[in-house]
């Protein structure tokens, strides 16, 4: 991990261990279909359409300014079996049995209507394709989230999230997700445990513009006085350095490989 001291600072490189787990599991063929759900700015949809190399990949996701990039980076690695398109996977019109592996980092767990969207995820795969998802467990067992926030608040109440808050850790509970996709049309389910660290910066000052930039973080910083909020950046600040290695700045967590197969 000592390499990840000179990465540039963004989300595939706090994600790069998972992400080398997650593609083990793709198991992509070479003429496969696939849809990257969530692609973000593409760094899966690429690891899928270099397997499927006689196939085809498309990245969607609702961030225009991501999927702009995402055809950035496509077009100059030459990636020629790759297209991203801006859009909502839970309502988009996907073509019926279009795809053969359904794929997605950390993109289905802000879906606003679950039930909906894995039917309609599901509708999009052949019958017998697979979904494969890596996705939160539940917060108080991701280190990150708990010491983030616990640094923010201190010794008072965390600040009430708004009804239609994104919720980062909403299909960390096994049973329930089992319950949410076997309802949208999914069977044989699997969740893989996966305990690795995120990686937030070569330094403290990177790791801490990193985690500023955070949602929940920026929020939570917005609504505190400017006296509270200088004693939550330097309870931030003790955090990361009590985090800090010769390779970085890194928090624990753990996720869950979801994988299913369309009945």
């Given at each position: 991990m000592s390499n990840l001291a000179l990465v540039h600072m963004d989300?595939?490189?706090e994600l790069r261990i998972h992400n080398?787990?997650?593609?083990?599991?793709?198991?992509?063929?070479?003429d496969d279909s696939v849809v990257d759900i969530g692609c973000g700015t593409g760094q899966t949809t690429r690891d899928a359409a270099r397997a499927a190399v006689v196939g085809r990949v498309l990245g969607v996701d609702t961030s225009a300014s991501a999927i702009e990039r995402a055809r950035e980076l496509a077009a100059g690695e030459q990636l020629h079996n790759v297209t991203h398109t801006v859009a909502d996977a839970q309502v988009h019109s996907f073509d019926d049995e279009e795809f053969d592996v359904a794929i997605s980092r950390f993109g289905t767990m802000f879906f606003a209507e679950p039930a909906s969207a894995f039917r309609n995820i599901a509708r999009a795969l052949r019958p017998g394709a697979r979904l494969v998802m890596m996705v939160w467990q539940d917060r108080a067992r991701n280190e990150w989230a708990v010491s983030i926030g616990n640094a923010l608040a201190a010794d008072q109440a965390p600040p009430p999230r708004p009804a239609d808050a994104m919720d980062a850790?909403?299909?960390?509970?096994?049973?329930?997700?089992?319950?949410i996709?076997?309802?949208?049309g999914f069977i044989g389910f699997s969740f893989t445990d996966v305990h690795e660290p995120v990686y937030y910066g070569?330094?403290?000052a990177t790791a801490l513009e990193w985690v500023r930039g955070f949602a929940t973080v920026t929020e939570t910083l917005q609504l505190l006085d400017p006296a509270s909020r200088k004693q939550a950046l330097d309870r931030l600040i003790r955090l990361l350095q009590a985090h800090a290695r010769a390779d970085g700045v890194w928090l624990d967590s753990r996720a869950w490989i979801v994988t299913a197969r369309r009945a």
């Open positions: 989300y595939d490189a080398a787990r997650l593609r083990r599991v793709y198991d992509i063929g070479l850790f909403s299909l960390g509970d096994p049973a329930a997700v089992t319950t996709l076997g309802a949208a070569r330094d403290v």
